[in-house]
């Protein structure tokens, strides 16, 4: 037999995909994922100052989701460490940016002259409005 028998390499499939009995392959963790969904969620609520509380909350949930994904990524057959990195890194700057408003909030509110300060402008633009 000659090699014009056989059919080309590739010859009946589709460029680019694999067939369905293929392996599958690596699969990237769970918990990567994860992490990197509730840092991208937590930075957001941050930056939105009046959900600083929530991206707080995330961001911790996020960091705790990012170490776990790490550990899991180290598996054989399991992808996603630099998912589980990325979603660490945003959690991270999510707490990190929430507890700074956090505080920057409870501070400003705690501080009487910033307060009445505060209430004197929201008076005097009401003044201004009503005329």
Known sequence: MTASNEPAR????????RPAHA????KTSTAATFALVFGVAALFST???ILAWVG???GIIGVILGI???KM?????VTGHGVAIGG???SALAVLLGLALVA????FVNNEKAVDRLEQRVEDLRYKLKD
Do not use: D, M
Not at 10 to 17: L, M, P, V, Y
């Open 10 to 17: 590739g010859a009946g499939t589709t460029t680019g995909r």
């Open 23 to 26: 392996g599958t392959g690596a």
């Open 47 to 49: 930056l939105t100052a």
């Open 56 to 58: 707080l909350l995330l």
């Open 68 to 70: 776990v994904g790490l």
């Open 73 to 77: 990524s180290r598996r054989p057959g």
């Open 88 to 90: 660490l890194v945003l």
């Open 104 to 107: 920057g909030i409870s501070t």
